[in-house]
C-alpha cells in the first residue's frame, strides 16, 4: 500500500506501535526519575524534575509528528517521528556510562522495553515512508 506524500492517514500498525513506545518511555523515564540516585553512571547534576523534563520534550517532539501528518504533511510528520522514535534510542546510553549488570533488573526492563519499542517504530517509520516508493527498485 502506497501513500500519498500528503496523506493524513498513518497506518493503524504504526499508531499501535506508537501508543506502546509511548507507553515503555514513559514507564522508563518515570523510573529514572523516581530512582535517580541509583542508576549507575548518571551526572550528580541530574534531577527529577529534568527527567520528567526530558520526558516531556521528547514527547513534545512526537506530537508534533502527529499533528504534522495529521495536517497532511507525510514526509516531515515522518521525519519528526522518526526523530522521536530515535531519542528512545538514546536509552542505550545507560550502558555506556554502566553495564548491563550495573543496573537492576527493572533498570534493564524498562530501558530495553523502550528500546526496543523505540526501535520497531524508527524501523516502521523509515521502511514505510522514508525509504523508495514502492516498485522503485524494480525499474
Do not use: Q
Not at 518515570?30 to 527529577?48: D, K, Q, S
Not at 504534522?68 to 550502558?95: E, Q, T
Not at 519499542?117 to 517509520?125: S, T
Amino acid at each position: 500500500m502506497s501513500i500519498p506524500l500528503t496523506s493524513p492517514h498513518l497506518p493503524k500498525h504504526i499508531w499501535a506501535l506508537l501508543a506502546v513506545y509511548f507507553v515503555a518511555s514513559l514507564a522508563h523515564f518515570v523510573h529514572n526519575a523516581e530512582f535517580i540516585a541509583e542508576y549507575p553512571g548518571l551526572p550528580a547534576t541530574w534531577t527529577r524534575a529534568g527527567v520528567y523534563g526530558a520526558w516531556l520534550a521528547m514527547t513534545a517532539m512526537g506530537v508534533a509528528g502527529w499533528l504534522l501528518f495529521r495536517k497532511g504533511w507525510r514526509v516531515p510528520g515522518s521525519i519528526v517521528l522518526a526523530g522521536y522514535a530515535a531519542c528512545g534510542l538514546d536509552s542505550l546510553g545507560h550502558y555506556v556510562v554502566a553495564p548491563l549488570s550495573s543496573h537492576t533488573l527493572a533498570m534493564n526492563a524498562t530501558i530495553l522495553l523502550e528500546v526496543t519499542f523505540a526501535a520497531m517504530v524508527w524501523v516502521e517509520i523509515a521502511r514505510r515512508f522514508l525509504g523508495p516508493p514502492a516498485g522503485a527498485l524494480a525499474r
